[in-house]
Structures are given as structure tokens and as C-alpha cells.
């Protein structure tokens, strides 16, 4: 099964309104994990942020996403309260500050609120926190077994899995399983691919996001080293991809798995977030500690300053942001891409893959991504499991 033209593509579409708030509200985290964008990456402008987001700043950004919703008569915005690590800021503070959201937000608009946490400081007390004020909890992890999380240390290199399970059990237990949003897993091509799978499902979460490393052509991901553009390569992620997937679908109850979930609804033309399948405009803007508006931070992986916008809430609203080039880039469509991508047949389906992977050192972002071959595989291997499935 092939993907195909559904219908004509506009060259570029009008700008999307932010439906994700990502608010920065720590900019230090606890632990030092070694293929962490944030710290381990080309710009280290979290170096110049203050270490948490003031009352003035949280103040300032709870107004802007409800003068957003406003003017966009949104139905419905997410609100994700990230770091650095945010649960080193007092629960009690980031409650207050979703309330205040909910406040302001018109009536009729829905504010979907999750904490991203690397789960170390989590409490039975914390999470009661967090669900009274009605935020979920996403938990960041490698595999459900010590040595898949071996690049997960604190600062002193000492291991976090220890507190990494204890956190997993704690969300999966029947008091806080309702606040339980997913678990966040960054692929290593060296792990074995259905041992990870079924280590994460024996921690029983409710649903699984697997990840890409973030990595371009100048730095690229592990087990890329070397790629050129065009230039046949082994596929390190679509094997890992596969391996899980293939034990996905045969599954008799699936949990939802967003990547593959993603690439099932590209294949059958049906709306994706756009972060890593389909063309739909990705809809996310950052928000720095400090109150910087900037793009979506994994751009860090790119150069210093990749990110930045040079607004910021006290002074200017969001829609201010949609007509950044970068923003602007990641929203007009087939405009932006690399001639090459523009012409593949799996276009509607892959999208020209992340954004952020695309970045060549003197080429900028018109690039296919650094996944493509790996893109391409997964695709053609999900579609056909896909046309088996349909076909009589």
C-alpha cells in the first residue's frame, strides 16, 4: 500500500493558531541525562535563565494563552509545564498557575494540562497535588528495566532508576491512574527493540510515546554518524520501529503507541499533530522561564539561538509569533521543504519527517530529514500491514 495524493496540496497554508502552550517552569533539572537537547546540545541559553519562572512571568503567559484562545475562538488549548525538570517548582505553584489559566480562558475553551516529569521527585503527596488541580502526569523513561536507562544518571552519574520505578508503580496504582497521561521513551538503536517494548508494558502505563533521538545532518542521531543526504545507509530506527510494531498489531488489546498511532491515520489521510507524520501545521510555541516566546525547543539541537524569536509575554501576544520565519516555515506546507521531499511519493504520509531533523549545517532546514530512509521503511512496512488488514 502506497501512499498517494488524496487531493491537491495548497503551496501554503494560512497561519495556524497555538493550540500547545509549553511553559518552561524550571530551567535546571536533577538529573544529567546524556541525550538531553536541553543541556547536552549546540546552544546553552539555558544557562542564562533564571532557574524557575516568576509569579510576574507565569502571570504574563497565563494572560497570552487566553488572549490567544480569545482571538482564535479555541475550543480547547494544552498547557504542558516542562523543564528542566518541573516538579523541582512546588506543585501548589504550578496548580495555581493552570487555575489561573482556566480562569481567564473564555468559558467555553478547555485547558488540557500535563506536567512532563523524569518522575525522581515524585510523591503519593505530589500527585494528590497535581490532581487537585487536574494536571496530568507524563513520565519520562528509557525502558522498564535498569540498563535501558543507563544514560539516565544525576549529576554525580549516579543511576536514577531506582526512583524512576518506584514513580512508574506510583502512577500505575489505582489512586493516581486517572492522572497517568503516557510514558515518554527515547529510542536507543543499540537496545533490543521487544525486550524495551515489554519491560514498559510490564510497568502497565496507559499509553506509550516512542521517540526519535533529536539529531540533524551535522549532528546527527546515534548509529546515523556519517549519513549524507542521498546516500544509502543502513536503518537503525526502522528495524528497532518494525521489531515493536510487528508485536504491536498482532496484539489482542493495543496500547496506544502516538507514533504508530500517527502514521496509521497519515496512511488512511486522516488529521496528525504534525510534529513527525502528515502535513498538518504543527501547532506549538515555548515559553522560557525567563518569558521568551520561542520555537519548539528541540531546535537547540540545531545552533545557538535556533529557537529564539525575540518576543516575549510581557510585551507581545502569540499571534505575534505566528509570522516568524521559523514558526512561519514549519506551517506553509510543502513551501519549506527539500525539493526532493516535495517529489517523494510518500509525502502526504511522512511530511518531510521533523522539522528539527532536517537541519544541515549551511543548508538551513530545505533538507529531507535525517530519518528519511528510515521514515521511508517504517512507512512502507506500516502501510502494508495496514493493506493486509483491509484487503479480503
Not at 44 to 60: F, K
Not at 74 to 91: F, I, K, W
Not at 241 to 257: K, T
Request: overall charge neutral; hydrophobic content about 40%.
Amino acid at each position: 500500500m502506497e501512499a498517494t495524493t488524496r487531493a491537491p496540496r495548497p503551496a501554503r497554508w494560512e497561519p495556524e493558531p497555538f493550540r500547545q502552550f509549553v511553559v518552561k517552569v524550571n530551567s535546571r533539572c536533577n538529573l544529567a541525562c546524556r541525550y538531553c537537547y536541553m543541556y547536552f546540545a549546540a546552544d546553552d541559553g539555558w544557562r542564562r535563565q533564571p532557574v524557575g519562572a516568576s509569579p510576574d512571568t507565569l502571570e504574563w503567559t497565563a494572560r497570552r494563552v487566553a488572549e490567544h484562545a480569545a482571538t482564535h475562538r479555541l475550543p480547547a488549548v494544552s498547557v504542558v509545564l516542562h523543564g528542566g525538570e518541573p516538579l523541582l517548582t512546588d506543585p501548589a505553584e504550578l496548580g495555581g498557575f493552570v487555575d489561573r489559566v482556566r480562569t481567564l480562558v473564555p468559558a467555553d475553551c478547555r485547558v488540557l494540562a500535563t506536567v512532563q516529569t523524569n518522575g525522581t521527585p515524585l510523591t503519593a503527596e505530589r500527585l494528590r497535588a497535581l490532581a487537585a488541580h487536574r494536571i496530568a502526569v507524563g513520565l519520562s523513561l528509557d525502558g522498564g528495566r535498569a540498563h535501558h536507562n543507563r544514560l539516565r544518571v544525576d549529576h554525580a552519574g549516579r543511576p536514577a532508576w531506582p526512583a524512576l520505578h518506584r514513580a512508574a508503580r506510583l502512577l500505575a496504582s489505582p489512586e493516581h491512574r486517572p492522572g497517568y497521561a503516557a510514558v515518554l521513551s527515547v529510542i536507543d538503536p543499540e537496545s533490543d527493540p521487544i525486550e524495551v517494548y515489554q519491560s514498559l508494558l510490564a510497568l502497565d502505563p496507559p499509553a506509550l510515546d516512542l521517540r526519535l533521538p533529536h539529531g540533524n545532518w551535522t549532528a546527527p542521531p546515534p548509529g546515523l554518524e556519517g549519513a549524507r543526504p542521498g546516500v544509502a545507509r543502513p536503518t537503525p530506527y526502522a528495524d528497532w520501529l518494525i521489531a515493536v510494531f510487528d508485536r504491536w498489531w498482532a496484539a489482542e488489546r493495543r496500547v496506544p503507541i502516538a507514533l504508530f498511532d500517527e502514521c496509521l491515520a497519515a496512511l488512511l489521510g486522516q488529521p496528525t499533530s504534525g510534529g513527525l507524520f502528515g502535513l498538518h501545521p504543527f501547532s506549538a510555541v515555548v515559553v522560557e522561564t525567563d518569558g521568551s516566546i520561542e520555537q519548539i525547543d528541540a531546535l537547540k539541537t540545531a545552533y545557538r539561538g535556533a529557537a529564539a524569536t525575540g518576543l516575549h509575554v510581557a510585551t507581545d501576544p502569540f499571534d505575534a509569533a505566528l509570522s516568524h520565519p521559523g514558526i512561519a516555515a514549519r506551517q506553509s506546507g510543502t513551501v519549506a521543504l527539500a525539493a526532493g521531499c516535495r517529489a517523494c511519493p510518500l509525502l502526504d504520509v511522512c511530511g518531510g519527517g521533523n522539522h528539527v531533523h532536517r537541519y544541515r549545517e549551511g543548508h538551513g532546514f530545505a533538507n529531507p530529514s535525517v530519518y528519511c530512509a528510515d521514515l521511508a521503511v517504517l512507512i512502507r512496512h506500516v502501510a502494508e500491514a495496514l493493506r493486509r488488514a483491509v484487503t479480503p
